[in-house]
C-alpha cells in the first residue's frame, strides 16, 4: 500500500509560482509511474506531469515549458514546480502512483492517490 501526501499549493496571481511537494511511502522498490493529476472547477481529473520507472518524464502539452517534475530520493519527495501560472491552472492538484501500465501517466484502479492540494490562479 503507497501512501501520498500532497502539499504547496495556495492562491497566487497570473505569472507567480508554486512548488507541490508529495511525499510519498510504502513503495516496495519495484517499477512504478509516480506523478500529478489535476481537476478543475466543474471538469473531470486530467494528467498533467509524471515520472515513468527509471526516469522518463512526461508532460501534457499546456504545462509543457512551464511545469517541471523532479524528484529527492532521499527525502521519498515528489516535486512540481509551476511557474507563469495561468487561471486555466486553477485545480485540486493530487499525487498519484501506480506500476507501469504501458500508457504514460495512467493510474488505474488499484493506484494510490493523495488527499489533493488546492492552486487557485487569479487576479
Known amino acids: 500500500q503507497v501512501q501520498l501526501v500532497e502539499s504547496g499549493g495556495g492562491l497566487v496571481q497570473p505569472g507567480d509560482s508554486l512548488r507541490l511537494s508529495c511525499v510519498a511511502s510504502g513503495f516496495t522498490g519495484d517499477a512504478h509511474v509516480i506523478g500529478w493529476f489535476r481537476q478543475a472547477p466543474g471538469k473531470g481529473r486530467d494528467w498533467v506531469s509524471c515520472i515513468v520507472g527509471q526516469g522518463n518524464l512526461h508532460y501534457r502539452d499546456d504545462v509543457k515549458g512551464r511545469f517541471t517534475i523532479s524528484r529527492d530520493n532521499a527525502k521519498n519527495t515528489v516535486y512540481l514546480q509551476m511557474n507563469s501560472l495561468q487561471p486555466e491552472d486553477t485545480a485540486v492538484y493530487y499525487c498519484?502512483?501506480?506500476?507501469?501500465?504501458?500508457?504514460?501517466?495512467?493510474?488505474?484502479?488499484?493506484?494510490?492517490w493523495g488527499q489533493g492540494t488546492q492552486v487557485t490562479v487569479s487576479s
Open positions: 498519484a502512483a501506480d506500476r507501469i501500465t504501458g500508457y504514460g501517466c495512467y493510474v488505474g484502479p488499484n493506484g494510490s
